[in-house]
C-alpha cells in the first residue's frame, strides 16, 4: 500500500494531527496498541509487507475481523465482517499524500520525520512521494463511487475490475504505471456487505455471486490474489514472452497460499454469548427450529455435521445453492456488473491462461472483465509456480493441507471464477445469481444481504415494504433483541431508494406473525 516509514510520518489533510495517531479508529478500523511487534502501532490487519522495500499492507484480517460493543463489553470476532470504511480511509489517504507533495512545510515536518534532512535527500524524497501520490491517486479515483458506500460495504468487484482492467493494463506498464485505459473504466457503484470467513473453505463456490470456485487450493489462491489484485498489488501485465511465465506481480503468492489453508481454516463461527447477552430462549428454539425446516432449509442447509477438515472427508464440500436474481429479488447490481462488463483486453488480446487449450479462454479484443481478470489471476499462480516459490514452500509445510497439492502441474491449475458461453441480453448468464450460504454465525454478521441493505434479522423476516429505507451504519452497539448493530446511532446514513442499496427482496416466510418472527431469531442466534 505504502511504504512503512512514510504511515507513521504523515498527518491528516488539513491540519497537524497524525494521520495513524487514532490508530485509524476514525475509519471504523481497529487499533493495536504499540508493542515491540507492532511498533508503529498499526491496526488490526494493517501490515509489514517485505517486498521490493518495506511497505505497510493490509492483510485478510482488516477486513475480516469485528468487534460488537454491548452495554460496555467488547467482543472481538476473528473472521467476522469488519465496519472500517474502506473508501474513507483511502481517500483520505490520498488528500494527505497529496497535500504533503504540495504544501512545503507539511513536507518539511514529513521529511524530518522520515529521516531526510539533507537537501539532496528531501529533493529524492519528493520526487518519489509526487510519483507515489500520482499513482495513488490514480487508484483512489478509479474506486470512486457516486455515492458512498459507508462503513462496513465495499465494491470489492468493481475495484478489482478497475485495477486490471483500467489501471494495469495499461499502454506501458514499467515506467507508466499510474496512467490508466480509460475507457475500460466504470464507477464502483455495487457495494457488498463484508462476508464472514469461518467454514468457507468447505463451499464449493464463493463470493455473493458465486462466481469463485472454491474446491481446489488453488481456486482459493486465485479468489485470494484476486483480492491482492484488487486493492495494492503491483502486476506486470505485458504479454510473457511464453505464456507459461505467467505474470510477475507483488502478490506474495506463498503466503497467500498459507494463510488460506491454515489461518482461513481454522475459523470457527461465534457462539451466541449468553454471558454478555442473555441466555437464548429453549422453549423458542424448539418451535423456531420447525419455522427454519419450514422456511428456509432448502436454501440455507442446516449444519449438523462436524466437519473433520481432511481433504478426504466426504462431509467438507457444501454445494451452495445459486439464485437467479430475479428470483430472490434483491439489489441487481451486483450480479449484473460482474455478469454484464466488458472491456478491450489490450496487450492480452488472444492469450490463454492457463496456457493450455481446451483449458485457459482466449481473450478476444473485447471480452468480458471476468474472463480477464481470470486469466491475470492465473497468470500469477503461474509465475509464482514457475520460479519454485509455490513449491518449496508447501512441502516445507508438512502440517498443512496443502501438501497433497504441492506438486502441482501447470496443467492442473484450475480456472478460478465460474464463466460460460451462454450469454443472454450481452451478459453471462450463469453469473445472474446470488448464493445462499450457509448462516453459521449469522447473529454476528449484520448488517444483512449482499448489499447490507437490512439492519437486523427482524427486518430481513418482513416483507419488504415494511423494512427501514433508511438506517445509520457504524455503530457497534449490538442489539441483542432484533440481532444487529444498532441502527440508530451509527455514524453514516444509508439510502436504500439508491442504486446499488435496495433493500428489497428475500421475502421468504415472511407472511409469518411476530411471534414465529421471534421464534426463529431465537433459533438464528444458535447456529
Ligand atoms: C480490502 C478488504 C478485504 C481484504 C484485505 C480481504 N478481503 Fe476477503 N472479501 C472482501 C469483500 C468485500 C468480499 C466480498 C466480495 C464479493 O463477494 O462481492 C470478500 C470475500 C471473501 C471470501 C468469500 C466469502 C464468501 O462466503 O463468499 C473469502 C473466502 C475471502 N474474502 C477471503 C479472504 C482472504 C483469505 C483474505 C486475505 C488473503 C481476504 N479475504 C482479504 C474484502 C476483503
Ligand atoms: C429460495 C431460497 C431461499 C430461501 C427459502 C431463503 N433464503 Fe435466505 N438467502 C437466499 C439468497 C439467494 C440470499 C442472498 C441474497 C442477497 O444477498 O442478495 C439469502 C440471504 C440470506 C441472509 C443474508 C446473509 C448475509 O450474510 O447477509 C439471511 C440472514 C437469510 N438469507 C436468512 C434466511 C431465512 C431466515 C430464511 C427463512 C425464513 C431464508 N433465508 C430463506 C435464498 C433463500
Not at 454465525?441 to 444481504?449: D, N, R, S
Request: glycine fraction near 8%.
Amino acid at each position: 500500500m505504502l511504504p512503512l516509514n512514510w504511515f507513521p510520518a504523515l498527518e491528516h489533510p488539513g491540519s497537524e494531527e497524525m494521520f495513524l495517531g487514532d490508530g485509524l479508529a476514525r475509519f471504523g478500523y481497529l487499533p493495536s496498541p504499540t508493542s515491540a511487534a507492532n511498533p508503529h502501532g498499526l491496526p488490526v490487519g494493517f501490515t509489514e509487507d517485505k517486498n521490493a522495500g518495506t511497505w505497510v499492507g493490509l492483510t485478510c484480517a482488516a477486513c475480516h475481523t469485528s468487534q460488537i460493543n454491548y452495554h460496555g463489553s467488547a467482543i472481538r470476532i476473528d473472521g467476522g465482517s469488519t465496519d472500517a470504511d474502506v473508501y474513507a480511509f483511502l481517500s483520505e489517504l490520498s488528500k494527505a499524500l497529496a497535500e504533503t507533495v504540495s504544501d512545503p512545510a507539511k513536507f518539511a515536518r514529513f521529511a524530518t520525520r522520515v529521516g531526510a534532512n539533507e537537501a539532496r535527500t528531501k529533493r529524492d524524497l519528493h520526487n518519489e512521494l509526487s510519483r507515489f501520490m500520482a499513482y495513488f491517486a490514480t487508484f483512489v479515483d478509479a474506486s470512486t463511487p457516486t455515492s458512498p458506500w459507508g462503513p462496513a460495504r465495499a465494491d470489492a468487484f468493481g475495484m478489482i475490475f478497475n485495477r486490471v482492467a483500467a489501471i494495469d493494463l495499461a499502454d506501458k506498464p514499467y515506467w507508466a504505471w499510474f496512467q490508466s485505459l480509460e475507457s475500460n473504466y466504470q464507477v464502483p457503484d455495487a457495494p457488498v456487505s463484508y462476508p464472514s470467513l469461518w467454514g468457507t473453505p468447505r463451499l464449493d463456490l464463493v463470493q455473493w455471486n458465486a462466481v469463485a470456485e472454491n474446491r481446489q487450493p488453488y481456486q482459493r489462491l486465485g479468489r485470494n490474489i484476486g483480492e491482492a489484485l484488487g486493492v495494492f498489488a503491483r502486476i506486470n501485465l505485458r504479454k510473457p514472452a511464453t505464456p507459461l511465465l505467467g505474470y510477475p506481480s507483488s502478490v506474495n503468492v506463498a503466503n497467500q497460499k498459507i494463510i488460506e489453508e491454515t489461518l482461513v481454516h481454522a475459523l470457527h463461527s461465534p457462539p451466541w454469548p449468553s454471558l454478555i447477552f442473555g441466555a437464548v430462549d429453549q422453549a423458542k428454539i424448539a418451535s423456531g427450529s420447525a419455522i427454519y425446516k419450514k422456511y428456509c432449509s432448502d436454501c440455507h442447509k442446516p449444519l449438523t455435521i462436524e466437519w473433520k477438515n481432511t481433504p478426504d472427508d466426504p462431509t467438507r464440500v457444501i454445494a451452495v445453492k445459486k439464485l437467479p436474481v430475479g428470483d430472490v429479488g434483491t439489489d441487481p447490481s451486483m450480479a449484473v456488473n460482474v455478469a454484464c462488463r466488458m472491456a478491450d483486453t489490450g496487450t492480452l488480446a488472444g492469450t490463454r491462461q492457463p496456457p493450455v487449450i481446451g483449458l485457459g479462454h482466449k481473450l478476444e479484443s473485447r471480452d468480458f472483465v471476468v474472463n480477464l481478470v481470470s486469466n491475470v489471476v492465473v497468470g500469477v499462480e503461474e509465475a509464482g509456480l514457475f520460479d519454485g516459490t509455490i513449491q518449496k514452500l508447501s512441502a516445507s509445510h508438512t502440517e498443512s493441507p496443502t501438501t497433497a497439492h504441492s506438486h502441482l502441474q501447470l496443467q492442473n491449475i484450475p480456472i478460478p471464477f465460474r464463466t460460460s458461453t451462454v450469454i443472454r441480453d450481452n451478459c453471462l448468464q450463469n453469473l445472474e445469481v446470488y448464493k445462499a450460504g450457509p448462516l453459521w454465525g449469522i447473529w454476528a454478521t449484520a448488517p444483512y444481504l449482499h448489499n447490507g441493505s437490512v439492519p437486523n434479522l427482524y427486518q430481513l423476516l418482513l416483507p419488504a415494504d415494511q423494512r427501514v429505507k433508511t438506517f445509520s451504519v457504524g455503530s457497534r452497539e449490538f442489539d441483542s433483541v432484533n440481532v444487529g448493530f444498532d441502527y440508530t446511532t451509527g455514524t453514516f446514513e444509508l439510502d436504500t431508494t439508491i442504486k446499488g442499496n435496495s433493500n428489497s427482496g428475500h421475502e421468504y416466510g415472511t407472511q409469518m406473525t411476530d411471534e414465529e418472527r421471534r421464534q426463529l431469531i431465537e433459533y438464528l442466534k444458535t447456529l
